[in-house]
Structure formats: structure tokens, C-alpha cells
């Protein structure tokens, strides 16, 4: 691999120390993907992010080997058309059936190639930094990728919601079943997941937070 020039050095040791998102002109970024030490998120605006590789070169400031290409997309996950379902939609939802089930199949699989592509040491299996900085979209691919159902005007089901608690989300549903497959589903996703009880409404939810090892 070439050595990179002094203006992609300070691109790479100017990545978002959490997130690895990287900042530059164009055919900067474009060089650093060429030389594997960045990839471009799936989604609109295909922002930049350090790889595994990239971080090294930042943290170590050597230039290691190439790190094996990335995965291309899936083409419905760079739509830039889905969002994943919370539960407190208004609207009535979009696309259904085997449509919506293929969106959701693309957008999973697009979050677990940025797991692979942006956790120091690949894993797949637990959340990465991007999840940690979009807790309710996060939590919510999770739910509806492991065939969850959202609410929606007309129909009960999980409703995900932000927490003052740190890196936590809540998850609420109408019936104790569907409480406990929420978070059996968060927690085969790489969440920690743990039911607790309402103190004032007197019902339960789930809190969930993105596992960290």
C-alpha cells in the first residue's frame, strides 16, 4: 500500500474518535476507500467512516496491510427510502408484506456489514458505535429485522422510546408476551435488555442499552 500523503494522514487522524466519520474533499476520501482504510455508509449522504484498518493507522500512526474490501450493499439499503419502525409512527405505514419484510432484510444486513466494517475487531454480533449515537433507530431495525411488530395507528405492538439514562432506550408493548419476545429479540441483536416496572402507570417495559463486549 502507498504511503498516505500528509493531507490523508490529517483526514484520518481527524476521524470522530467514536465513530470514525471522516471529513475531507472528495477525491481525498475516495483515495482513502481505494486504499481500504475507509468505506462509505450504505445510506444517503454515504458518509465516510475509518475501517478496522483505518483506525489502526490513527491509533498506531503505521500504515498496516490492506484490509480485505468491503462488502457492497445491498441496493434497497442504499435507497436512502427506509426508516425503521418505532412504534410511534402517526402516519399510516408505507410499504407491508413481503416489500417491507425485503427493506428490512437489506437495512439489517447494511447495519451488520457497518458493525463488522466499523468495530475495532470486526464483530458482527455486538452494536457499534453508530447504534450507540442512533439508540431508537437502532433498537428498532433490531426489533422489527427479528419480526417484532411496531405499533402503528390501529394496531398494538413494541413502541421504542429515548431514556434520560445513557445509552438506554425503553421498550414498550400491550401484552407480556410481546414484551418478553422484545427483549429476547434485543438481546440476540447485542443488546442487554432487562424488564422493569413502571413506577407511576404500574405496567412494564423493557430497558436496553447496545452491549459494549
Not at 441496493?75 to 412504534?87: D, E, L, N, P
Not at 407491508?96 to 466494517?117: H, K
Not at 414484551?179 to 430497558?207: D, K, P, S
Request: aromatic content about 4%.
Amino acid at each position: 500500500m502507498k504511503p498516505l500523503t500528509a493531507a490523508q494522514r490529517r483526514i484520518v487522524e481527524a476521524a470522530d474518535p467514536e465513530t470514525g466519520r471522516l471529513s475531507g474533499s472528495e477525491a481525498q476520501l475516495a483515495a482513502l476507500v481505494r486504499a481500504r482504510l475507509a468505506f462509505r455508509h450504505p445510506r444517503p449522504p454515504h458518509a465516510c467512516f475509518l475501517t478496522p484498518a483505518g483506525h489502526r493507522v490513527r491509533d498506531e500512526g503505521t500504515a498496516p496491510a490492506p484490509a480485505p474490501a468491503p462488502v457492497e450493499p445491498p441496493a434497497s439499503a442504499s435507497s436512502g427510502v427506509f426508516a425503521a419502525r418505532t412504534g410511534a409512527e402517526t402516519e399510516p405505514a408505507g410499504s407491508e408484506g413481503p416489500a417491507r419484510a425485503r427493506e428490512v432484510r437489506s437495512a439489517w444486513e447494511g447495519l451488520v456489514e457497518l458493525r463488522r466494517m466499523t468495530n475495532p475487531d470486526g464483530a458482527r454480533d455486538r452494536p457499534c458505535a453508530w447504534e450507540r449515537t442512533h439508540l431508537v433507530q437502532a433498537a428498532a431495525l433490531a426489533l422489527e429485522a427479528a419480526g417484532c411488530r411496531p405499533a402503528s395507528p390501529g394496531h398494538e405492538g413494541y413502541r421504542v422510546s429515548a431514556t434520560p439514562q445513557p445509552e438506554a432506550v425503553a421498550v414498550r408493548d400491550a401484552t407480556p408476551d410481546g414484551l418478553r419476545a422484545c427483549g429476547a429479540a434485543l438481546e440476540r441483536a447485542g443488546w442487554q435488555a432487562g424488564e422493569h416496572a413502571e413506577r407511576r402507570a404500574g405496567g412494564r417495559y423493557v430497558l436496553a442499552s447496545p452491549r459494549r463486549t
